[in-house]
């Protein structure tokens, strides 16, 4: 069996392995060194986000059995997509796939901040007052079913080697949980380790209350495209412990952190003035 034959068939349980082991690294690591205080109850915190992750999971399950790897086989046996289109040696096409729907992911991403009501499921993400390993899986079902229809889109076209997909499932996986993480990385390493990948600091700038650090550091695991595209900001005016984590106007616990208030966050108030939708000229701003 080849390795490709063996991860294919493995792949509920590389993925189950790889998410309990990281998150339980990661859960280990924030106990023993926090970068920042809890706002909010860690027992609330993890029972609500992990209590959304299981439903979105069971969600997933129902819509998409054969999920992203499923779509990924299908294109395969119908010859759909680029790389099922132009031979390619088979690393070339893995490593291709995988820094494409990498980079899918970050267009992804900065859309559903620009367009006001897909910003509306997105910011169950942001309304977690606090940051820690539970926040990267915590997500509307409606934006986890929106993701999933265009990773389908995306796997059509692409046409990536099914290990390549597997490799993407995982690693998103692992470095949501990884940069979503209330720890701190000394400031070499976050350097070095930046010039590749989102580290936490890197990804916690994104978190801020303030627009314009929420609108900038996109990204999910390489570094690159907020470098390439513009979005990139190094740390946060007010640092990582003075910064505040959230969203402006929703802050009290009962609105943001249970979990029949996450589903229901979407649809509450109005379109207000953020980001696409403040039109007007800021004199402030000019440049
Ligand atoms: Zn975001
Ligand atoms: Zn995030």
Redesign the pocket.
Known sequence: MTLQEFIIQHEVGIRLSFFFGVFALMALWEIAAPCRVLTVSKTLRWRNNIGLVVLNSIILRLLFPAAAVGMAVFAQQQNWGIFNYVQSPLPVAIIASVIALDFIIYLQHVMVHAVPALWRLHRV?HADPDYDVT??ARFHPIEIILSMLIKFAVIVVLGPPVVAVVIFEVLLNAMAMFN?GNVRLPTTLDKILRSLLVTPDM?RV??SVEDDEANSNFGFNLSLWDRLFGTYQDQPRHGHQGMRIGIHKYHDPKQVSTLPAMLALPFRGKISGYVINRRQWDKKHEE
Request: aromatic share 0%; charged share 0%; net charge neutral.
């Open positions: 993400h926040t990267g979503h990804h994104h978190h």
